[in-house]
């Protein structure tokens, strides 16, 4: 089975992206690489690189989670006292990269990043296992600290106080939806000939798909 998969990717590899196989909309043209990255076997495809700004305009990025997607974007979920998240609140203008070079595919996405209602963010937090639950509330993300024993003190703490019942959510924890305004697919040929096409969200919210030179 696993020899069948890697014959497939050899054909696909060098396979060229036409426009006539694109589909109309951006997120039916993730949905289908993104179940092709997972046929492939590439590594965690869920891994996207998120790229954030600081009040200076310096970019800073990190790898995060794909929890779920659709039509509205692509949600993550996260520490909201974070590095990220404190530069989120000052430009929520953000970019995300899912480097698949295992299978020579990347796809490029910029757009805006929205907290998720507590809600949502719940009905995902349930469904984490106990260690991550608790992971959570002991983590204050990206503050500094001196020691890792004190993240265990944090965690046996925690593991004290929520040892029987359900975890709650943590008020500073949960998810963030990016709302796409461009999707870059982007596929290596042979030659240097690669194949991008650069999806662009219009006024009236339809999609326009240019092909770039790569
Ligand atoms: C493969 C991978 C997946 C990760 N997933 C997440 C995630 O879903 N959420 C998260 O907060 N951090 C995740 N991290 C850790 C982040 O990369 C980062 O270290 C952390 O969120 C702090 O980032 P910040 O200080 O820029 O806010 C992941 C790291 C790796 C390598």
């Known amino acids: 089975m696993a020899s069948d998969l890697s014959e497939l990717r050899k ?17 039916d043209q993730f949905e289908t690489w993104f179940s092709q990255a997972q046929e492939l076997e ?90 991550s639950q608790i992971g959570a509330w002991a983590s204050e993300q990206s ?3 001196s020691s890792r024993s004190l993240l265990h003190a944090k965690l046996d703490e925690m593991k004290r106080k929520f040892k029987s019942g359900e975890v709650p959510l943590p008020s500073f924890w949960g998810g963030y939806r990016v709302r796409p305004n461009t999707l870059e697919f982007w596929q290596g040929g042979t030659n240097r000939i690669h194949d991008r096409f650069l999806y662009s969200i219009g006024a009236d919210d339809s999609w326009n798909i240019d092909r770039l030179s790569p």
């Open 11 to 27: 054909e696909y590899t060098g396979a060229s992206l036409r426009r006539k196989d694109l589909a109309a909309n951006p997120i």
């Open 42 to 131: 590439v590594v965690e495809p869920n891994a996207m690189s998120l790229s954030t700004v600081d009040a200076n305009g310096q970019a800073w990025q990190r790898m995060v989670l794909l929890k779920a997607f659709d039509q509205r974007g692509f949600i993550f979920f996260t520490n909201f006292g974070s590095r990220k998240a404190k530069q989120i609140e000052t430009n929520s203008r953000v970019s995300l990269l899912f480097p698949w070079v295992s299978i020579h595919r990347q796809v490029a996405v910029s757009g805006t990043a929205e907290k998720i209602s507590s809600t949502e963010s719940l009905k995902y937090f349930v469904k984490r296992p106990y260690g």
């Open 143 to 145: 503050s500094v600290i």
